[in-house]
């Protein structure tokens, strides 16, 4: 019942806000509040994961196309699954695909669902920088970093629901995974992930990196080379990644910090140069 008092309460303002009359609310309805709340804060399931990743990555697709280059996508998807060995999720089916877009950015959906953009694709020199920036990625999905962001958020989507049309069970209906999964796109699309899940998923991609025999000094220069551009350019391919990042030499520094920097390692810059660029 707190929890039912906690959606209400959040509820209430809104309604007030979008002139939508509640009117009376049963104990039927304040008890299928409560369920949707509790619903909203569990953990996933790794079925739900999937099917909020199927619609995340609609998402994606729907605003950037696909780059419908074979030989560019097959390279990105076996670096992919050197990195994925590393990662520690051995029942993921991980998919990698390349956008049609020259933002410097990359997105990752639950459920492994990794895109990388033709800007930032084209921006690596190395394979060992797509390697690190593939392992970042995959960090994010590991960290459920995502899914956090939507269940931060989800309070509301779930009470939404219920004043919309006062669907019973609190369970998660196919609306509603729907909706929650829009929410995710729009925060992976829009807003990005927090700073701390930044910093994090560069943690996790650099260890991961190296464990699967790559160097990560690269990915400092790599990470340098955009706190160069991002000087020198005022929005333009990078504003997506200017707004959802922190600044790349602020991430570079922490890296530097962690001991995560290592020069030993492949850095197959040739083999990019042959079959990436």
């Known amino acids: 019942m707190r929890r039912a008092a906690l959606v209400l309460a959040v509820l209430l ?5 979008s002139g939508v009359n509640l009117g009376p609310l049963s104990t039927e309805d304040v008890v299928k509040a409560g369920s949707a709340v509790a619903a909203s804060q569990r953990e996933f399931t790794p079925e739900e994961e999937q099917q909020l990743g199927r619609v995340v990555a609609a998402r994606v697709l729907g605003t950037y ?4 280059d074979s030989a560019r996508t097959r390279y990105l998807n076996l670096v992919g699954q050197v990195i994925t060995r590393q990662v520690g999720r051995p029942n993921t089916v991980w998919r990698f695909a390349l956008l049609d877009t020259d933002t410097v950015n990359a997105f990752s959906c639950p459920g492994g669902y990794v895109f990388v953009a033709r800007g930032l694709f084209q921006s690596c020199r190395s394979e060992a920088e797509l390697a690190t920036v593939l392992a970042h990625e995959c960090g994010h999905v590991a960290g459920k970093h995502v899914l956090n962001e939507i269940r931060r958020s989800n309070l509301i989507a779930a009470g939404v629901s219920i004043v919309a049309d006062h669907a019973g069970g609190g369970g998660l209906t196919a609306d509603l995974m729907r909706k929650i999964g829009e929410k995710g796109a729009e925060v992976l699309i829009s807003r990005g992930m927090s700073r ?3 910093y994090d998923a560069d943690t996790r991609g650099c260890r991961v990196a190296h464990g ?34 922190p600044e790349p030499s602020d991430r570079a520094k922490r890296l530097q910090e962690q001991g995560l920097i290592f020069a030993d390692g492949r850095t197959l ?3 990019f140069t042959r079959l990436g660029r």
Do not use: I, N, Q, V
């Not at 303002?13 to 806000?17: K, R, W």
């Not at 790559?214 to 790599?222: L, Q, R």
């Open 13 to 17: 303002p809104l309604a007030g806000c």
């Open 212 to 245: 699967a025999g790559y160097a990560t000094a690269p990915y400092e220069e790599f990470l340098l080379r955009l706190a160069g551009r991002m000087a020198a350019e005022s929005g333009g391919s990078l504003a997506s990644l200017a707004r959802t990042h």
């Open 269 to 271: 810059a040739d083999r």
């Open 196 to 198: 701390k899940d930044e």
């Open 65 to 68: 196309p696909l780059w419908e």
